[in-house]
């Protein structure tokens, strides 16, 4: 999987700031310079004020002025079942690779059995992975090589199938029903930072998925380099949390 930030809000603590100041001055923020409108804040320079307000804002659950930067990002190679969880998520907007309109007819099925077009889940080469709702524990190694096999024959199969029935005229949008939940997508989603935090809570905790958890923790990540001051705050004070409802 990789995860890049394609574009986001420039200066997306200015405009945090600058909402949020918006609510409690008598002054109106649009007629007044940055500084002007932070001034009051407690602070030896901008930059200090900036963190003083953001740390006020995200301690006392006053989360609307988070809603106003955006961000998207664009994800490649996320499996179709990590697709569907992450588009659950009502505040995002997506743009998602169409199997209707992308034929994979050229990918060879031994290929597919080495790792391409199919995202391979850890449990189907290690043996000391553990999942959720698992049975069994840790497995001997000629469980795990069993498993290893079994795995990359099924996606394969299904690749060599998916392909003779588009040889057989089936259209794209019909053929790929016989494709794996596990076949690779390239996805572009936008959120505010808002939004961000709340993916943070969800699908950053223990009880989320590998996958969509590797993606959550790249994102907050990306995050943390845009949007510093909230990310670094969100990281150290409010990630894995029990309230899950705000922001
Ligand atoms: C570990 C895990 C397991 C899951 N398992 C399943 C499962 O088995 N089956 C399944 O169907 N889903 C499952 N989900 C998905 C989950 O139920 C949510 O649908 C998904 O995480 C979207 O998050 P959200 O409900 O916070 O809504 P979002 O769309 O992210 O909205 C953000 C917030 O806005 C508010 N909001 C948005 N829309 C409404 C609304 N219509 N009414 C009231 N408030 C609203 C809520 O406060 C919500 O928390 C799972 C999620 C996780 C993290």
Redesign the pocket.
């Known amino acids: 999987m990789e995860v890049q930030l394609l574009e986001a809000t420039e200066d997306p603590e200015e405009l945090i700031c600058t909402a949020a100041r918006n609510d409690y001055s008598e002054a109106f923020v649009g007629d007044q310079s940055f500084a002007e409108t932070m001034d009051e804040i407690d602070g030896d320079d901008i930059e200090d004020r900036k963190e003083t307000l953001i740390g006020h804002l995200l301690d006392h659950g006053h989360f609307g002025p988070f809603e106003h930067p955006q961000a998207t990002f664009a994800v490649k190679g996320i499996s179709r079942s990590c697709m569907a969880?992450i588009t659950?998520?009502?505040?995002?907007s997506f743009d998602v690779q169409s199997m209707r309109y992308v034929s994979f007819d050229d990918v060879d099925p031994d290929d597919v059995r080495e790792g391409e077009l199919v995202v391979t889940p850890p449990s189907a080469t290690d043996p000391d992975w553990v999942g959720r709702n698992q049975q069994t524990g840790r497995v001997g190694e000629e469980t795990a090589e069993k498993r290893e096999e079994v795995f990359s024959e099924a996606v394969a199969d299904a690749v060599e199938s998916y392909q003779e029935l588009l040889d057989l005229g089936m259209p794209p949008e019909d053929a790929r029903f016989v494709l794996p939940i596990g076949t690779k997508v390239n996805m572009v989603m936008s959120m505010n930072a808002r939004?961000l935090m709340?993916?943070g809570d969800?699908?950053a905790?223990a009880?989320?998925?590998w996958e969509?958890r590797q993606m959550t923790e790249e994102v907050l990540d990306l995050a943390e380099e845009w949007c510093p001051i909230t990310f670094e705050y969100y990281n150290e004070h409010m990630k894995n949390r029990k309230n899950?409802?705000?922001p």
């Open positions: 969880q659950r998520h009502r505040h995002v939004m709340h993916i969800m699908r905790a009880d989320s998925q969509i899950r409802l705000a």
